[in-house]
């Protein structure tokens, strides 16, 4: 059976465009097919102070593979890219891979919430989603996406970029 999964992937350091490039090539050949992608987005970091700026871009992915394994492809992958992580906290980083929904599922394991736990406080995030699926409900609030973003309290700036070349 194919399942959809919603990813958030970004980073803030080094080559942005071509980690992002490298992380949907990964994410194809390690995860599933791309069935959608939204623009790539700039913002500011998000929880903490970075005076580089992030580039994010929401794929919708399909896959056969369980939320567990989808995980832990997306963990080797930031490895693969050069995501060195610090426990607990939020930091600068080549490339961050992010499960935001699958399928319309609530899934609350130690070490995986979907949907995201943040998703409806982050503007970064909602604003690529809302893009490529607006009426997509919520499967906890039970909100579209549209609805998340105009609710959002976050409004730190989000700038679509206008040509991201391959």
Known sequence: MKNSIYLLIG???EDRRKLIN???KEIQKEIGRIQKESSV????AWGFESENNFLNQVLIISTEFSPTQVLEKCLKIESQLGRIRKSGQYASRTIDID???YNDEIIDLLDLKIPHIQLHNR???LEPLVEIAPDFIHP?????M???LQDCCDHS???KLKRFPM
């Open 157 to 159: 700036e989000v700038k």
């Open 99 to 101: 499960i935001l929904f």
């Open 41 to 44: 987005y700039e913002t500011a």
């Open 11 to 13: 980073g803030n350091l």
């Open 140 to 144: 906890v609030m039970k909100k579209t």
């Open 22 to 24: 490298l992380a949907q």
């Open 146 to 148: 549209k609805e998340l």
């Open 123 to 125: 503007r970064f995030t």
